[in-house]
DNA sequence: CTGTTAGCGCTTTCAG
DNA sequence: CTGAAAGCGCTAACAG
């Protein structure tokens, strides 16, 4: 590989000329940085982002931490989705991504991810799925060792910004949208996701503002985000239930099929709008997000915190939806 | 950040000390390489990678090359498996895993590819899923400047090696047994995958070697992996078949499911052991790969490569098992 | 066994 | 505007 030397040597400057034009530095007149160029257009010279880093202490590298604690295909579906605009939107800032698990820090002390993280140069993280439990990530946080940025978590200070939608806005959003179209919903029953995730927060301050608002009754329960255990719920609770409304499309899914099952109607919404296989011919209200736009968009905040700019909240568009689940999928 | 030196000052020994216990070199008294570990640890230091990369020229730095083509939700869950599984693995070794895709690479020229991925320091790669249609990758595999793992592709020379379970074998033996569970098949129609895909191959020969062995008649079509297209050639051939093998569970399941619209029996088989939601109560035989070790794997291979021995071709084992797919997740 | 020293390829003052 | 030179933190001969 043709190095900077041989570049300065070919066009006949200094190693500091070629390094100027190299990161667009101003102070290079236009002739030599014609030079510049056309020599490293003729070695296919491409520099060598390590000693690049060494040098200058910015190495660009970021670190995606997913949380995979869950094992469903709908999570990776949306993990998928994160990784690849994440990944997408980084190639354009030059940044340099690597992925890593809750999983693979969570056994770990705080000290020895940070030493972790540190011998590999990581300057930023971005985060997505953290739940309150979550305390050695809060740790990170308050280390103020790296530039963070939160997917669906409140956090934003000096260092740390944070990208979602309104969960809140987009959870009242869907519910009422549904409530409307199905006249004589006095009785709602709200089945919201983990109990300590960000998220279900939101949602839950959503569909009280709701029901308040609307003058309704509503019951709430947890379901974990689990089919079977909105299932469950719903078997539970349907007489006494006019409309469910669930804080993820696949508890939705759980309601839906035990209704059919028990031959009764409730309408019912989800959450999240992802593409489900297998669930023929029914259709239902949900908020669609686009998991990609959200990480690319937590990639551009990464890139704003890594310039020295201050962390903010930034809250991303959502849309409510009516999808129809289909059985072919491709 | 304490560095080297300050170990190195800290013990009262050289640097080059320091750095050769820090790599286990062999050459270093009990008592010094005590002092050097102590110093270390009061110092809570951590080597810096981007340091040892530069001075060394081995930077651990791997790519994961994932091939997206297909949208569906089952394709996507093979992959986080492969992702975790590798990246679980890297860690083991201390390898620095970076993920990319092969959409954001096939548009670019092999030169390209070559000068993106040297700029990263990249040493090595593992290609999932690669088809004989990637010629980019091939030019990548000639050039040598890359040690390589193909998951499920039959390359290996010098630097590059392969890991795969024995398509051909196993779908031979799945296959066989659905047979031989189900009385008088004498037609069997194969719904292959993916035209230029490696696997594809394999399998066909596997379908092919049992046909002829038990003297059966034997029909192959392509089904691209899709479920409706499968869905689409069962409706078609449903009359003149026995039994329809088909290279992966998504076609199986379309096949089971059209024949059940037409309210017919055939035996099914499939290929890859992924659970697949919504398809209550159905059972068939597949072949269950356990897609996170096949990646844990091919990073040992990659590793071996990077210690400077020769690549070779590795076969895991596989199992042809029972699944019944269920309606509840979680 | 231990220490000295010359780089790795690039960035970044600081003179000219 | 351009170039010389001092590192970044570590590895790897090579002396001792």
Avoid at 290 to 319: N, Y
Wanted: aromatic content about 8%; hydrophobic content about 45%.
């Amino acid at each position: 590989m043709a190095s900077i030397k041989d570049v300065a040597n070919r066009a006949g400057v200094a190693i500091s000329t070629v390094s100027k034009v190299l990161n667009g530095y101003p102070g290079v007149s236009r002739e030599t940085k014609d030079k510049v160029n056309q020599a490293i257009a003729e070695l296919k010279f491409t520099p060598n982002a390590v000693a690049a880093a060494l040098s200058s202490k910015r190495t660009g590298r970021v670190a995606l931490l997913l949380n995979l604690s869950d094992k469903t295909q709908i999570v990776d579906a949306i993990n998928m989705q994160y990784l690849s605009g994440a990944i997408q939107k980084a190639l354009e800032f030059k940044l340099d991504v690597i992925t890593l698990f809750f999983s693979m820090l969570r056994e770990k002390n705080v000290s020895e991810i940070i030493n972790y993280l540190k011998s590999q140069s990581i300057e930023g993280l971005i985060v997505y799925g953290m739940s309150r439990e979550d305390q050695w990530l809060t740790e990170l946080m308050e280390s103020g060792l790296f530039k963070m940025v939160t997917v669906d978590a409140p956090f934003s200070d000096e260092h740390i910004s944070s990208v979602w939608i309104d969960q809140q806005k987009a959870q009242y959003e869907v519910a009422k949208k549904t409530i409307l179209e199905n006249k004589g919903c006095k009785r709602i029953f709200y089945i919201a996701g983990k109990k300590n995730a960000f998220i279900t927060q939101g949602r839950i301050d959503g569909i009280k503002q709701l029901a308040q608002e609307m003058g309704l009754e509503l019951t709430i329960a947890y379901g974990e985000f689990s089919e079977s255990q909105a299932r469950e719920l719903a078997f539970a609770h349907e007489k006494k239930t006019d409309i469910f409304v669930c804080a993820s499309d696949l508890m939705a899914i759980g309601v839906m099929r035990i209704l059919s099952e028990l031959d009764v109607f409730r309408p019912v919404c989800g959450f999240d709008g992802i593409t489900l296989m297998g669930y023929a011919g029914k259709q239902m209200n949900t908020v669609r997000q686009d998991f990609a736009a959200i990480s690319a968009a937590a990639v551009e905040e990464l890139q704003r915190l890594l310039e020295g700019e201050r962390g903010r909240s930034r809250v991303l568009a959502h849309e409510v939806v009516q999808i129809r689940y289909q059985d072919v999928i491709g």
